[in-house]
């Protein structure tokens, strides 16, 4: 039996697509009434327009979980190590769903995973997805990323549906750092693009957006060829370019001087905990230093487009 730990937009959207391949799924939201209200009108309001299959069993009781083998945790990263002590037991998988750095600990999800349940087998799903797009059955691919090949082909099994196609590697670091690093840039697209500084701007952004998450997650012991891949690139080419994307819609909203929507972005803690990493390693962020201003209210786009013009001319 699966279990998704996490009742969330992409947390839901990953129960939906599993149950209708024929998986029992035990969905788990920590709001004991909104669960209760799912289980009887099968729907949830972070996908308003999609019903839970039968299969999908919402509960509000962490107890649930305590029978599903595989665990996926769709919990918002800076809140991940705090929920684990929560649930139940450890599962003989944990699949982290979520993108960031912890900024208290400098770690991705599956160390957080590894520290709190020490013989579970974990994995990372990431790569360039909408959870609406998920729900709805339209195609989709993503990376998985785990360093036990026993498991990570286990899993892709588990986990792939006719819809959902999983690619396996065993660059954990790699799936993890495209992931969490390319949502600072798409803040930095969406306000080159909130600001009205074209679409040359967003390209220079998400090209030398790439560069940096490069530097930093091979410092790190990622490969250049998952980077390139669907966690990476292809993750970043959608997020920095659709409103759809939350880390994006902040961008936009932080350009235009409007209010910034009310979703978790992770990309905002990750551009501060990226700087935490890259300080010791002597690499240089200068978008995602520009981004951290841009969020913490150091700067606005007009500085921080300045601060990224004014550099050094140098060799690309």
Known sequence: ????????????????????????????????????????????????????????????????????????????????????????????????????????????????????????????????????????GLPTALSLGCEDPEAGLALQAALSTPTLRLYRTTDVAGVELGGALKNVVAIACGAAIGAGLGESARAALMTRGMAEIMRLAEAMGARRDTLMGLSGLGDLALTCASPASRNFALGLALGRGTAPPEATTEGAATATAALHLARPRGIDLPVTRAVDDLVAGRANVEDAMRSLLDRELKDE
């Open 1 to 136: 039996m699966i279990g998704v730990a996490g009742a969330g937009a992409f947390g839901t959207a990953l129960a939906v697509t599993l149950a209708r391949s024929d998986r029992e799924v035990r969905l788990w939201g920590r709001d004991a009434a909104t669960m209760a209200e799912a289980a009887r009108t099968r729907r949830l309001s972070r996908l308003p327009d999609v019903t839970l299959p039968e299969a999908v069993r919402p509960t509000g009781a962490a107890d649930d979980l305590a029978a599903c083998d595989t665990l996926i945790l769709a919990i918002p990263m800076q809140r991940l190590a705090e929920a684990l002590d929560g649930l139940p037991r450890a599962p003989r998988h944990a699949v982290a769903a979520c993108k960031g750095v912890d900024l208290v600990r400098l770690h991705g999800p599956t160390a957080i995973l590894r520290a709190a349940w020490p013989e579970t087998r974990t994995a990372i799903l990431s790569g360039p997805s909408f959870a609406a797009d998920i729900a709805r």
